[in-house]
């Protein structure tokens, strides 16, 4: 299983970008998927999940300026991000639940990253 990342980039403040998230390989099924990020120095943060059912969380910090969706039939997680601020600067990682073809249940997969970088 893989899971692809694409779509980051320097933005200026107040400005938008998407995310994207993809996963590959012999999946059976995906559970919860989320958008997770890491700036220098820091922890890895949830930034915010979403489930299968579409179902959506957000961290405090980003409500109200990012969306994430998923699209079932892609094994694809996106996330709307607007309003960017300086300190949206991170490398942000998607994360999935996934049940491979012949595996015995859930595990967690990540993917390899992807940078956001917010400045003037």
């Known amino acids: 299983v893989q899971l692809q990342a694409s779509g980051g980039g320097l933005v200026q403040p107040g400005g938008s970008l998407r995310l994207s998230c993809a996963a590959s390989g012999s999946i059976f099924s995906i559970n919860d998927m989320g958008w997770y990020r890491q700036a220098p120095g820091k922890q890895r943060e949830l930034v915010a999940a979403?489930?299968?059912?579409?179902?959506?969380s957000y961290a405090d910090s980003v409500k109200g300026r990012f969306t994430v969706s998923r699209d079932n039939a892609k094994n694809t997680i996106y996330l709307h991000m607007n309003s960017l601020k300086p300190e949206d600067t991170a490398v942000y990682y998607c994360?999935?639940?996934?049940?491979?073809?012949?595996?015995?249940?859930?595990?967690?997969?990540w993917g390899q990253g992807t940078q956001v970088t917010v400045s003037s």
């Open positions: 994360n999935a639940e996934i049940f491979m073809l012949g595996g015995r249940g859930y595990r967690g997969y």
């Open positions: 979403i489930t299968r059912g579409g179902s959506a």
